[in-house]
């Protein structure tokens, strides 16, 4: 009777925790390197050299797995002081270096200056954080010096070959739903900030794909919360949720066709669909330049609406024409992204049109196949050394 209660609260228990949702994407941690050991002035004994603070990238790493491996300690790291010098040891014992490792594209700020620190984009490359204080010698009177000591803020950075960008209630999750019908997480409601928190998860591609099972096709997406106006100046946490596009391979706009309002309050002003891909576009271009620089390609959606078809037919026919050119001064974006492809959906109704061949052709036309030769040396992997 206990083991299928346990059972039955295990099965209820998945249904509420879904390991696609980025619950946490930043840790904050106390850096300490090790101070230098005391020197030993009558013999001239030398103090060992503190230990350094090193951060290392390692692809297969989840952010959670970091997060969860400082949950029953404090949220600091310290490495080993150096020994002092003795007159049965001269020559002080090095600290031991402390070595963290964190997912590929981990941002480290320091939280006091604000300033970035480095990006961990390299796999097992040791990136210096802390450098341990010198050991007591006679050109520092013997005095062992003090290790760098930081707070730093670890910011996770997903890294999808698609991020779904867009108002809120433009439809990204319904969407996302009609790419994988088969995953059971995704939550659609009739109401905006439906999405509240990143989520990440992968798209198959069967169609695409060998009917072996290791030559199946996938692509992961990145759904974030809706944007507003004001995003890249932070507003509505906009800057937490746009850094998870810095990485991606591409963007899909989801745009509504029958406009974008944030409330009913009349200080909420309506957007048609073409000022929502402008505002959009200005977001993105002024929080970094480069995603307006990534492949795009813009979904219409909810043309089951009325005059949906219609409204998608007149957007589509501007867009192919020097679509900016028809915005007033204000909303004319800086460097107008172009799109690869326009695609008429009706995401409540899974039509999506031809919007997965799109999406696989742009994948393949960013990451084209290489023949391998065997002729070439394979080198061993060897991390290097970042000061």
Request: glycine content about 10%.
């Amino acid at each position: 009777m206990f083991l299928s209660r346990l059972q039955f609260t295990v099965k209820e228990a998945k249904k509420f925790f879904d390991s696609s949702v980025i619950e946490k994407d930043v840790l904050r941690v106390n850096i300490r390197a090790g101070s230098g050991g005391q020197g030993l002035p009558r013999y001239n004994g030398v103090g060992g050299d503190g230990g350094n603070v090193y951060l290392v990238p390692r692809r297969s790493l989840k952010f959670s797995q970091l997060f969860n491996s400082f949950y029953n300690r404090k949220k600091q790291l310290f490495a080993e002081h150096g020994s002092a010098s003795t007159q049965l040891n001269l020559i002080g014992k090095h600290g031991e270096h402390e070595v963290l490792q964190v997912p590929m594209g981990t941002e480290c700020i320091d939280e006091i200056t604000r300033k970035l620190i480095c990006r961990c984009t390299i796999p097992y490359q040791k990136i210096l954080i802390a450098k341990g204080g010198k050991g007591g010698c006679a050109a520092n009177e013997y005095k062992g010096q003090k290790g760098e000591r930081l707070m730093i803020g670890m910011h996770m950075k997903l890294q999808p070959n698609m991020g779904l960008v867009g108002f809120p209630n433009a439809g990204k999750s319904t969407l996302l739903k009609a790419l994988a019908p088969e995953k059971k997480s995704i939550k659609i409601a009739p109401y905006p900030f439906t999405t509240t928190k990143p989520q990440m998860l992968d798209i198959r591609f069967d169609e695409y794909s060998g009917v072996e099972k290791e030559d199946k096709f996938s692509l992961s997406c990145a759904d974030l919360p809706g944007l507003i106006e004001g995003a890249a100046e932070n507003r509505g946490k906009g800057h937490a949720f746009l850094k998870h596009l810095e990485y991606s391979d591409m963007l899909v706009f989801v745009i509504d066709v029958q406009g974008f309002q944030l409330s009913a309050n009349m200080n909420d002003i309506f957007r048609t669909p073409l000022e929502t891909i402008a505002l959009l576009n200005k977001e993105l271009e002024a929080y970094d330049r480069k995603l307006v620089k990534k492949p795009c390609v813009l979904v219409l959606n909810k043309i089951d609406l009325p005059d949906g078809e219609k409204k998608a037919d007149e957007v589509e026919a501007i867009m192919k024409n020097g679509w900016h050119k028809n915005l007033p001064s204000h909303l004319k974006p800086l460097i107008p992204v172009h799109f690869r492809g326009i695609i008429k959906a009706s995401a409540k109704n899974g039509e999506i049109g031809s919007l997965k061949q799109l999406l696989h052709k742009t994948y393949e036309e960013l990451h084209p196949l290489e023949s391998l030769s065997f002729d070439e040396d394979v080198e061993e992997k060897s991390g290097s050394i970042i000061l």
